[in-house]
């Protein structure tokens, strides 16, 4: 199975230890994992600013690394989602459309494409559970607390093996966090209000983590624990998959 | 309601009083979790967003039969129908009607409509008085404010502030802020003016087509009391209330309380068919910028709306930016998909009150995709230019770095290189990020470099 | 000239036809429906019990006038039927109005709303503008929803019609909720077995 590892930009540029732990999970699980090196941005910051329309050399860009994969993973909900829904390019729309129905966020790919049932990982924390928007509403990754369905989760599901982990919840359980893309600083005040209410309710906890599977909501949280001055740390759910 | 400044502008001045906004969000979060619960307890819950919103848009896309079938009916009932193009035709309407009446006092019970047409300012320059009859709408009309939310319109508002306003204007115990106490006080107060009014308007939650009817909710029966106790009851509507037949009413009625509040059904659900003994009925059907969302694909949806607010009841920035910060009538989610249809340059900023986290849509009791609509709102609002040169320039430059693979691992080095030389470069009150989070660290090697050197063989 | 131009803009500018979906049908799976009514009902501020005939009414009816307040009687069931004297009245003419007795069409378990046409309010001002309101329905006219609900009743039948669901409310001022705001203060429901 050849899995081509798509690492969004802020992960690539700030946080590589998340792109290295969903790298070595996927080749653990038996992937031909290439990275392709020219890969450069979904395009999401510009779309969500309203300017998908110059988001050319980005889909572009993309289809030129990506086309040809069995798959494509990625460690974030976000960006696999923008992907799902904007990647166009008229000139390839067959190429286009291929890589939208390969492309998966790392957990999901991991409970629905390679069935992993359990992941053999140790994580021996009290961590609390960010539940990331996009992943979860738009690519369905869990059960959202507005609906009236069955719950489930996908990323809890694979968190159930990792010995020593204490899985906590805040009261909100699935409210966001804030960071919202260029949100974070045209709507400064909320945004950080936002991420203040939720790193409140892990404090409250009293957990020595947040995770999620959306960096950028973690980055948001980080900002702000760090801020306080919090012990309270950041951790990507393909860190806590990945660790021993 | 500051008109002249942005969402973000209010907000921020909004968030000042840190205490005060978390006292704000917390109300408003409790409201969503009553309405969590009693959604709950319908299993059937999903079905019938699912059928209401099927309904709204089965009759979006045979909007003029209906209403032609409404008005038919509606006039063999007795009523007169009036067709109102747009606020000041509708405003004019309904103070014909009252001048031919001679009415000089008006009781309104509420009705988003004639907020978003500026009636009660309308009729109070033609010399004729108009008392907001909703116990929220009342208080804010004392204050001389604009609801702030769209059922809940003095949810901004503490006891206190409810008490100094009725201590001021109907003369109250000063500093009794119990909230019996000034129920009933105001209860007192506008009876009177219920039984010495000239003329009732009210809004219209649902309007049959099959029937002619009009159906109004309530919890506290102003609708009801202002009406019967008036020879002129003026009815003013958006024309997509309108609901093909009565049976789908128990849909609705299903939803709309139970997402609005959590109750399982508003007090009253009144419904108006022919006007009372001696009394004269109107309904005034209103456009106002409608048939031109009606006709723009992506936007549509947003008529189906039912005006229950259980959006602006989850939305994270909503409940932390309260609904004046939207200088608008109709604030929060749907405020933000109807607004720049009215107005895009005045409202250009709301689309962008939003992190998309898509929980909006999934409370909407009709289904609508509104962080869809959000999205597709800021791509049609830069692409008519309403987002400003700067704006457009500096993601040109974004798109640049981003779409060029060269480019984007030079000024990745280069920025996260000077992040860690120069720490004060980005760490500063220019940096809007920094005002309140600290900016992450640069690492040494970013994943690509990492991969380079461990995995290229 | 209005009417033509909105007609014409909506017969432009709106979508293809789309379908209307079948009847929304629910499965009954309640089945003590008065015991849900009434749990219902205490849940909304209004309070009720099931009786085996009108006996308790009657008596309540007597202890209201022997108090004194202005007591009107919609139902003719009950002695001293009086309602007939209010049709013609005022609204100002009705604030005195302390109770008022009336007969609900049909009831629905599920949130405790009790159809009123005009007919069984006699004067449409009478459910709201007393002080207090007491309800009689018949066991047999429960229902469970208000699909089941607007299948029995015909909304045009009377002039006006409204579903009352407790006693008046509100919540407006800091979200504290207040029984009692413009309408009645207080609802009683009498469910009478069949």
Redesign the interface.
Known sequence: MKVGLFVPCYIDQFYPSVGISTLQLLEKFGCNVHYPPDQTCCGQPMANSGFASLTHGCNQNFIKNFSGFDYVVAPSGSCVLHIKEHLHDERNPEAAKEIRSRIFELTEFLTDVLKVETVEARFPHRVGLHQSCHGQRMLHLASMSERVLPPFSKAEQLLKGVKGLELVKPARVDECCGFGGTFCVTEEAVSVAMGEDRVSEHETNDVDYITGGDTSCLMHLEGILRRKKSRIKIVHLAEILNAQ | MNDNKTHSQNAEEFLKDRERAHWHDETLWFVRAKRDKAAHNIPEWEALRDAASRIKEHTLSRLDEYLIQFEEKAKANGVQVHWANDAEEHNQIVRDILQKHNAKNVVKSKSMLTEECGLNFYLRDQGINVVDTDLGEYIVQLRNEHPSHIVLPAIHLKKEDVSNTFHEHIGTEKGNKDEVYLTRSARKVLRQKFLSADAAITGVNFAIAETGGIVVCTNEGNADLGVHANKVHIACTGFEKIIPKAEHLSIFLRLLARSATGQPVTTYSSHFHRPGKGQEMHIVIVNNGRTNQLGREEFRGSLKCIRCAACFNTCPVYRRSGGHSYHTAIAGPIGSILAPNIDMKQFADLPFASTLCGSCSNVCPVKINIHEQLWSWRQKLMDEGYGGFAKKASMKVMAGVLGSPAVYKISGKLGRTAMRLMPFAVNNNLNPWYKGREMPEPPKESFREWYTKNKKA | M??E???N?????????????E??I?ERTLVNLAEKFLD?LQG?GGKGRIVNDLTEVKNLLQEKRERGVEVVNCIKDLPGYNAGDYV?KT??ET?TVHTVFLKGVIAVA????IWVPESAAVN??L???CQELVMVVDERDLVA???E???LIN??E???????????????????L?I?????LKLDVFVVRS
Do not use: C, W
């Open positions: 209005s009417r131009k909105i007609l803009a909506i017969a432009k500018n709106k979508p293809a036809p789309l379908p209307l979906p009847k929304f629910v219902v909304i013609s609204a100002a604030q599920e949130n405790a709303a449409r001002i459910p709201f503008i929803n208000m699909h609900a607007y299948d909304v045009n009377d002039g006006y019609g409204a579903f009352i669901a407790g006693p008046s409310k509100t919540a407006d001022i800091e979200q504290s207040v009692g705001a413009h309408g009645p």
